[in-house]
């Protein structure tokens, strides 16, 4: 069970291949509005760039004393925003479902933190944001959390934006 007490979607083989198949096809078989999303998915690319060393700063303030390394705690996977964005960016799919390790760690985690790219990884990896990090924010100087918030919520919006454009599209 995930952490909203939902199933994590898409572990089986099989029901992997078949989303990436559906995604694939479904974005195929789209005309001019697929010039559209990948515009939208470029600023989400963007957006997540901006963030990538803003996050790792705090990160090297706050992860390496944690007792509590939120990749050892949640539970996360690839939602259908995440792999559209991914395939609409012209970044490669998953080839799996996020796992864990038998320690229950997530199977990306190495010990200098996560080995995928912050635009590959499931979008909660980047928009939780602990409680040691939101004190460490508030402690320094030039409000570094009001960009990071305000991009997280650029980010949500644009995620969105980008399935409902989505649907609409394929209708």
């Known amino acids: 069970m995930g952490a909203t007490g939902k199933c994590i979607p898409w572990q089986d ?8 198949v559906s995604i694939t096809t479904a974005v195929g078989g789209l005309d001019w509005e697929v010039e559209d999303l990948r515009v ?17 700063d705090l990160g090297a303030i706050t992860c390496c004393d944690c007792t509590t390394v939120c990749c050892t705690m949640a539970t996360v996977w690839y939602d259908l925003k995440d792999l559209l964005f991914l395939h609409l960016a012209d970044n490669q799919l998953p080839k799996q479902q996020i796992t864990k390790n038998a320690d229950h760690t997530c199977v990306h985690l190495t010990s200098h933190g996560c080995c995928l790219n ?54």
């Open 40 to 56: 939208t998915a470029r600023q989400i690319e963007a957006w997540y760039t901006e963030l990538d060393g803003l996050l790792n």
């Open 118 to 171: 912050r635009c590959e990884r499931p979008f909660i990896c980047t928009w939780y944001i602990c409680p040691a990090q939101k004190n460490a924010l508030k402690r320094q100087k030039n409000d570094p959390g009001k960009e990071i918030f305000d991009l997280i919520a650029q980010l949500k919006t644009a995620r969105k934006e980008l399935k409902n454009r989505f649907a609409d599209a394929f209708g």
């Open 13 to 20: 083989k099989e029901e992997w291949s078949r989303v990436v």
